[in-house]
């Protein structure tokens, strides 16, 4: 019986753990993604027009597919 209850306690203790790290990875991702955003905006005008519309489709922003380039980094800045 004793065997039980330090199994059921280790096991909730790796949960925890578990539980934890994937927070931790939760924050990080979301560090990267703001970090991703601000390096994206600074390079817009780099990228090829289908790039900029790639970008548009990752974000999920609406009515991208018709704009030119310059229409196309303005609405990307105004979402990043």
Same mark, same amino acid.
């Given at each position: 019986?004793?065997w039980f209850k ?31 955003? *601000?390096?994206?905006? =600074?390079?817009? /005008?780099? %990228? &090829?027009?289908? !790039? @900029?519309?790639?970008?548009? $489709? *990752?974000?999920?922003? =609406?009515?991208? /597919?018709? %704009? &030119?380039?310059? !229409? @196309?980094?303005k609405l990307l $800045? *105004?979402?990043?």
């Amino acid at each position: 019986m004793k065997w039980f209850k330090n199994k059921k306690k280790h096991r909730q203790t790796l949960q925890q753990e578990q539980l934890m790290m994937e927070k931790q990875i939760q924050k990080e991702k979301q560090e990267s993604f703001i970090f991703n955003k *601000k390096k994206e905006k =600074k390079q817009l /005008s780099h %990228l &090829k027009v289908i !790039e @900029l519309k790639a970008l548009c $489709e *990752k974000y999920q922003i =609406k009515g991208y /597919s018709k %704009l &030119k380039k310059d !229409e @196309l980094i303005k609405l990307l $800045e *105004k979402h990043l």
